[in-house]
């Protein structure tokens, strides 16, 4: 690319990005127009690089008359707009595509342009097609160590995949087995390790293979005579990623043929990697010697990330989209999925696509309607009862006491987070509330209710007691 004409480039975007904030909104600037990046120009020609294809298609659908508009102005009627989208997160560049805003549409789609996924290699141990095809192309080249977030969770998994990419089958952690239970990352790391070593060694032959695929292909050897030829392919390898090796309980043939496969390589020093669902110790099903073997060289977990790790990776998938979303929304995101990451991944694309069809930001209101339908299954109806029960558990009080006269402050305190709570949960009146507690007035509970708020603003304590009780009901609370 020609440097001038980049600078050009940015020059004219720059005054575009003027044009189009005296238009839009603060936020919408922010997603919608931050991320994007100018190329170059040239014959009243822009490129642009966006994020996303949901990027590109979202700027067609709410900002094609602003960028028009700023197009006009920059580069004159017959100016036009390139886009180039980065394809799902990785470097790999569409071939742009051009057309004339806002009335020409790109005659090729988008997604049509995208590189075709990689076909699976379906017969690997027919050793004539080694050298044809891309033997190592079901890594996905998406899982990489930069785009894994470290957390406590992964720490150990993560420095030791790291230590065997840059060492493959030379360090004591062969085999490298990480295990833990759906949508951990274990897939992500050991993919992670393998595109490492592809990208460093290029002479290495990577093959990741779930274990699935492995018996289908024993069975399928079997079948077809095919044994030996299945055997001394895999014994080619230099690095074997195994995915899901609890598939492999019970199949004792299959576990016998993995067994030799695996001698063959620990003994010439090639490097295994393993994931399961399960530790070792748990695998039920698994011959001895396979699961001593197993345990040779580590044996690491991946844990459900804890909350500052669930906003980190919040924060990178969203950056990797290229989204903009304020940190309250991303906070109330990290409280709400614990359960792990793919959900989290679920929840991002849903809220897209929610964004996208009803031509809206993402913001708090869209974040609660969405993870409604996720959250309100195991949401607990919020009774004046359950209130009582939770308060006086928590607090360790009795319950006469928390509805009696006692002015002591350990019962006080209680007692006005209990009001607060009704009023928050229960459509009751305040002269409701104020029954439940001997038949007080009003005017106390709407005290209790004051107090309690701005306990709430200036006393951490207060507030981390408030977000233990919301849990009794399996809800997040959200500050605003
Ligand atoms: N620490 C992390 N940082 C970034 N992304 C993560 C992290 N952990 C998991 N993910 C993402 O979460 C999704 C699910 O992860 P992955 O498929 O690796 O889970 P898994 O543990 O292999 O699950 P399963 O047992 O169901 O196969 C992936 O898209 C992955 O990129």
Redesign the pocket.
């Known amino acids: 690319m020609h440097p001038t004409s980049q600078l050009q480039a940015r020059q004219v975007w720059a005054k575009c990005l003027e044009i189009i904030h005296k238009d839009i909104n603060e936020q919408s600037f922010k997603t919608w127009f931050e991320p994007i990046v100018p190329l170059n120009v040239a014959n009243q020609t822009l490129s642009i690089q966006v994020p996303s294809q949901f990027f590109y298609e979202w700027l067609e659908e709410n900002y094609i008359h602003v960028l028009r508009k700023a197009i006009d102005y920059t580069l004159g009627k017959n100016g036009m707009l390139e886009y180039s989208i980065i394809v799902d997160k990785g470097d790999k560049k569409n071939p742009p595509i051009a057309y004339n805003v806002p009335n020409q549409k790109p005659t090729v789609p988008v997604a049509a342009q995208r590189k075709p996924e990689p076909t699976l290699y379906e017969s690997p141990f027919q050793l004539k097609d080694l050298d044809s095809l891309e033997l190592d192309s079901y890594l996905n080249p ?2 990489t160590f930069d ?5 406590d ?2 720490r150990l998994g993560r420095s030791a995949g790291l230590a065997v990419a840059q060492r493959p089958g030379v360090t004591s952690f062969n085999p490298l087995m990480i295990y ?10 050991i ?1 992670a390790i393998g595109n490492y070593i592809k990208n460093t060694q290029t002479n290495k032959f990577v093959l990741y293979v779930t274990s699935e695929k492995f018996c289908n292909q024993f069975i399928n050897a079997i079948k077809n005579n095919t044994l030996q030829a299945f055997s001394n392919f895999y014994m080619q390898v230099d690095v074997l990623i195994i ?2 090796v609890q598939f492999l309980a019970g199949k004792e043939r299959t576990q016998e043929s993995f067994f030799h496969i695996f001698n063959h390589l620990h003994q010439s020093g090639k490097q295994i990697i393993m ?1 399961s ?1 399960r530790a070792p110790r748990e695998l039920a099903g698994m011959q001895d010697r396979l699961l001593s073997r197993f345990k040779w060289g580590l044996t690491a977990d ?1 844990q459900q ?1 804890d909350f500052e ?1 669930r906003i980190a ?1 919040l924060q ?2 969203l950056q990797a989209d290229g989204i903009y979303i304020e940190d309250k929304v991303i906070e109330y995101l990290a409280h709400s999925i614990d359960t ?3 959900e ?2 679920g929840v991002i694309v849903s809220l897209m696509a929610h964004a996208s069809l009803n031509r809206r930001e993402i913001d708090m209101e869209l974040a609660r309607t969405t993870l409604k339908n996720i959250v309100v299954d195991n949401e607990k109806e919020v009774t004046v009862d359950s209130i009582l029960d939770a308060v006086t558990s928590h607090f360790d009080v009795n319950m006469a006491d928390l509805k009696g006269k006692s002015r002591k402050k350990e019962t006080v305190f209680p007692r006005q987070i209990a009001m607060y709570l009704m009023k928050e949960f229960t459509n009751l009146p305040l002269k409701s509330i104020g029954y439940h507690f001997g038949g007080r007035d009003h005017s106390t509970v709407i005290h209790a209710v004051q107090t309690i708020s701005i306990m709430l603003e200036t006393d951490k304590e207060v507030e981390k007691t408030m977000q233990k009780l919301y849990k009794y009901f399996n809800r997040v609370r959200v500050k605003n």
């Not at 785009?147 to 957390?151: C, K």
């Not at 759906?182 to 790391?189: E, F, P, Y």
């Open positions: 998406h899982y785009n894994f977030v470290e957390g969770c992964n833990g239970s759906v949508g951990l990352g274990k897939t992500h790391l993919q995915d899901d994931s669902d991946v990330p790790t990776i990178k998938k792990n990451v793919r989290m991944e």
